[in-house]
């Protein structure tokens, strides 16, 4: 308890210098800290718009369809669906057909990718086909075979507008080449380039048909209502994929690599970034618990001189040390606290600056709202004690290398 006593009394002799390095720590371990939780927020966020626009957190497949991505690679729809009925845990199940294709109007043609979707199940949750992003026309009705739901450029390419007709050429399961007429429903503006500019969406049922199996999916693509239960829904759904040689299940992370990609090296760089901070704050701390150990060498030099042995300088110097390091990271803490609070219940909106951002062909949506990486904020703060510790040792040594004789003479 003495020593703290008087570790405190030390780092007070001058405010200023305390204060500052105190600010230093304190304001670096809240800004990694919140940027961590703001970073989270934005990753989850990045998650959620793949999964409803794309494949889901989970979804069920042919094998080999997430690296071929063939026609002909189709699973029959029926008994897949089966194995969803009354699954706890998963709000949404959402069946599919991918095929590319030739789109012909009667003035120019375009190779495009047809979605054939069921358009009241897709219209709960994915973001494209929203009466928001509809800019001529409407959306399909689910029993509507026969229209056709178009992005803007690929309309403007073909040049033709909602109520006209358009030709869609593609080669069926047995591997002909086969045609079908749709009349465009409705044009939509995603504001991603690839997506206005080459996909139609159309009534699953009637690409089906088409395509020569009524039943046939290229994927389902599932919803979770908790995304922490992956593994576990994962893991189940595996085992009941089993008996079924042409459906297997993948995660996201497969479905959606892009965007699990892109996570990954923000995350790295973001690690990157903290470990540049914290030896700048490293660098910092040396420097003024440098100068303070300078100002005091016949202060310890004296304290040599009546007893006090090296081991208890040292362990004052460090003493100090640590308490900087707690108060700042206190600090800090507290401030993460107070910024996450507003970013988790506001959010940070720069839409206004930036619409909606395009991720690895993804519409993302520019809200974020930060999430709490309580794990994260302890072992930073953790980290920032740390690194203030080890910053006392070579002022230690330098305090300590000089004879008690010497350090009262020349100092």
């Known amino acids: 308890m003495l020593w703290l006593k008087l570790a405190w009394r ?3 002799r001058n405010r200023t210098r305390t204060l500052v390095l105190l600010a230093a720590i304190s304001g670096s371990l809240a800004f990694v800290a919140w940027m961590q939780n703001v970073a989270s927020g934005s990753y989850e966020k990045m998650i959620e718009d793949a999964a409803r626009m794309g494949s889901g957190h989970l979804s069920l497949h042919h094998p080999d369809y997430p690296q071929e991505r063939l026609n002909e690679l189709v699973f029959s729809g029926d008994p897949a669906m089966s194995l969803l009925e009354n699954r706890e845990g998963i709000v949404r199940v959402l069946p599919r057909l991918y095929v590319s294709a030739l789109a012909r109007s009667s003035r120019d043609n375009r190779a495009v990718m047809i979605l054939g979707v069921d358009f009241e199940r897709e219209h709960a949750s994915n973001p494209l086909l929203q009466d928001t992003k509809t800019v001529s026309g409407r959306i399909p009705a689910s029993d509507t075979q026969n229209l056709a739901y178009i992005g803007t450029r690929l309309a403007e390419n073909l040049r033709i507008d909602a109520g006209k007709k358009l030709v869609v050429m593609f080669q069926d399961l047995s591997g002909e080449i086969t045609s079908k007429l749709y009349r465009v429903g409705g044009i939509f ?19 089906a048909t088409a395509l020569g199996n009524s039943d046939a999916l290229h994927e389902i693509a599932i919803l979770l209502a ?13 085992k009941a994929c089993a008996a079924h040689k042409d459906i297997a299940v993948f995660s996201w992370e497969v479905t959606s690599k892009q965007i699990a990609d892109a996570i990954k090296i923000d995350s790295a760089q973001f690690k990157f970034m903290i470990f540049l901070l914290y030896v700048l704050v490293t660098i910092g701390t040396v420097n003024l618990l440098l100068m303070s150990i300078l100002e005091r ?10 007893g006090l042995d090296r081991q208890r300088i040292g362990r004052l110097i460090f003493f100090e040390a640590a308490l900087l390091g707690l108060i700042g990271s206190l600090a800090g803490l507290l401030l993460t606290i107070v910024l996450s609070l507003y970013s988790w219940h506001y959010g940070l909106d720069f839409s206004s600056m930036f619409g909606e951002a395009e991720v690895a062909g993804m519409l993302v949506s520019m809200k974020i709202n930060s999430t709490w990486e309580w794990g994260w904020m302890f072992g930073l703060a953790a980290g920032m004690v740390v690194v203030v510790i080890l910053a006392a040792i070579y002022p230690v040594k330098k305090a300590l290398r000089a004879a008690p004789a010497e350090a009262m003479r020349h100092h």
């Open 10 to 12: 030390n780092l007070w």
């Open 189 to 207: 503006k995603s504001g991603v380039t690839q997506l206005d500019s080459a996909t139609i969406f159309v009534n699953r049922h009637s690409l």
């Open 226 to 238: 908790d995304r922490d239960k992956l593994p576990e829904q994962l893991a189940q759904l595996q």
């Open 297 to 306: 060498t016949r202060e310890f030099g004296l304290l040599r001189a009546i």
